[in-house]
């Protein structure tokens, strides 16, 4: 005979109320049908698990120790059933998160941090990647996620805005408009200027050109960086200034200042983009998660974009 999960709760039925009537009763069947699944299930294992008489019932020795583990067993299996379903809903998993610069520099540590408190069991596997490979690795569903300079439309994918950051001025301390409060645009037509370089900074570079060229100039580029340290540290080493979103403020750097541009339209955008045929459950969670702690604007209703399913009440 096949031992399954059925007679294992017939038995424990059993060696819990010590009464095949009361065992029978919870499991809401005959005691005679009880009394055939522990007798074939006694034959299958070939020990006597339960010392019979006409008034009491009693476990055996070889009975004790079979309880004990079958107890062990059906708890993992329990435990088991909750992680499948779990891991189908997308509470227990893993996600693929890219991001550049300017979102780890700003929110995106505090939204990995939040989230991960809510949903200890869904790992995220951050992973640097410039805008440009953001957009591909979404269209290639390599990422689940991706925080990148926006817009992006594509079929299939979704996006919101994450986040919009006004511009700054990155100044050696020693420059004379770093005891300025505040710049314009205009006042920085004749310096030299540190810029990210192409491969990775090539959605950002004709926001900041457009700038530019709207304040009436042409910037002279003094030298490129790949990464937003190497960019600090150029300008604190008086090469040239540099434009910055205002999350520079998070990053400490001896040997420059930051001023706030005055000039309106300057702003930039980070958006968070998934796919709305994500085959990973826990990017609902995640997007639904991140929506939740985003303002709604003055006067206006959050909504749930397309491709999101409000999954809280749920998980």
Known sequence: MRIDIHHIRAFLAVADTLQFRAAAERLHMTQPALSRIIKALEEAVDVQLL???TRN???TNAGQLFAEHCRLALTHIDQGISLARRAQDGSIGNL???YMDFA???ALPHTVKTFGKRYPQISIDLCHMPTSMQKQALLDATIDVG???GPFSAPNVRSVLFGREK????LPIAHPLAKQKSLQLNQLMREQFILGAEQSWGAFRP???AMCHKAGFSPAIAQEATTSDGIFGLV???IGLSIYPSCARNIQRAGLVIRPLQDKGTELDTVLCWRSDAQNPSTAIFVDEVLSKLPAAPGKTKRVPPGVEKRSERV
């Open 207 to 209: 926001h900041f050109f």
């Open 147 to 149: 925080f990148m300079i």
């Open 57 to 59: 019932v009693q476990l």
């Open 167 to 170: 511009m700054v001025v990155l």
């Open 236 to 238: 604190a080493a008086n």
């Open 96 to 98: 693929r998160v890219a």
């Open 51 to 53: 010392s019979r008489t």
């Open 104 to 106: 780890i520099n700003g």
